[in-house]
């Protein structure tokens, strides 16, 4: 799901898959919590909460820079992104 998608879809109501998507897409290259709040659409609350079980899942690694805690896509993360696009593009 590249950036554009994710700007498309902000006020549609999107499935659990989207976002778990939207915020793996954001965290590639590694992105504060506030970054990743802003750039996948979501509250602080619903975007802890999906941190959380990605980094129980191993979808997204958890690393600190200059004391701020940066959210990383993991391999298995990657994979999810490359599936979640293949999928997405055979129903369009």
């Not at 909460?49 to 600190?64: A, D, Q």
């Not at 298995?76 to 999928?87: E, F």
């Amino acid at each position: 799901m590249d950036r554009a998608l994710i700007r498309a879809a902000v006020g549609k109501n999107r499935s659990r898959t989207e976002i778990t998507a939207s915020i793996l897409t954001v965290a590639q290259n590694g992105e504060r919590q506030v970054n990743i709040m802003k750039q996948s659409h979501l509250n602080s609350t619903r975007l802890r909460f999906y941190l959380s079980e990605l980094t129980k899942f191993g979808l997204i690694e958890t690393t600190y820079a200059e004391g701020a805690r940066v959210y990383t896509t993991s391999q298995k993360g990657t994979q999810y992104i490359l599936q979640y696009n293949r999928i997405s593009n055979l129903l369009k």
